[in-house]
């Protein structure tokens, strides 16, 4: 793995929620990396490719990243006010993809799934 590539993948693991690109350029020219935002998008590209890092489109359509916990299929819960993130395993919907495919006679199904909603600490935040 390149140096810059390790770079992007540490700053992901050092953070809790899902960054877009911009914020971890900003993140590591602030620390006073040298890195461009074209090597950061590349490295992004190049973690997610290899399973290392999870990516989600938000709201707005912007891509995020975020390191991932595990290497098994999983969904996420994430924060919409501080992107805060929960992997989480749901059977149900493994189930209920695989039979939806099958009902219109596809095969090889894959799925994303990611639920949004407010965390606890920034709702208490909010009073």
Known sequence: MSTRREVVRQALTESSGFRSAQDLYADLRAEGSKIGLTTVYRALQALSNSGEVDVLRTDAGEAVYRACATEEHHHHLVC???????EVEEPAVEKWA??????HGFTGITHTVEIFG???????AAG
Do not use: N, Q
């Open 80 to 86: 919409r006010s501080c992107s805060t993130a929960v």
């Open 98 to 103: 695989a039979e939806v495919g099958a009902e």
């Open 118 to 124: 407010i965390c606890t600490g920034c709702r208490a």
